[in-house]
């Protein structure tokens, strides 16, 4: 049973950097996402990697603040989040693409088979 499991989150200040993780397990999975869903809004996307980590994929609102990395030994996907603002606040869900080596990476939640349970992101004004 594939199952990935965030970690990371957290309560900080605007302006502070912050590291989430998220461990997959069960299989390997090519293609992963970052996303998040503010209260009442709808889930929105963040980041997505490719397997050789070489092809990355952001969405505008955090580009060069956010870096999306991963460990293919530890089977884990990162987020590293930088400069963070209050409109950041979310809870923030990885998620896994089950096509292998699909050459791109997807932006829609629609893509995305596999779902973490989610970590809260803080920031305080």
């Known amino acids: 049973q594939a199952q990935l499991v965030e970690s990371g989150g957290g309560l900080v200040q605007a302006g502070d950097s912050l590291r989430l993780s998220c461990a997959a397990s069960g299989r390997t999975f090519f293609n992963m996402g970052w996303f998040r869903q503010a209260p009442g809004k709808e889930r929105e996307f963040v980041a997505a990697?490719?397997?050789?980590?070489?092809?990355?994929n952001y969405a505008d609102s955090v580009k060069g603040r956010f870096t999306i990395s991963r460990d293919n030994a530890k089977n884990t996907v990162y987020l590293q989040m930088s400069s963070l603002k209050p409109e950041d606040t979310a809870v923030y869900y990885c998620?896994?693409?089950?096509?292998?080596?699909?050459?791109?990476?997807?932006?829609?939640?629609?893509?995305?088979?596999?779902w973490g349970q989610g970590t809260q992101v803080t920031v305080s004004s």
């Open positions: 990697i490719g397997w050789s980590a070489a092809r990355t």
């Open positions: 998620a896994a693409d089950p096509r292998p080596l699909s050459p791109i990476l997807f932006s829609e939640v629609s893509a995305y088979d596999y």
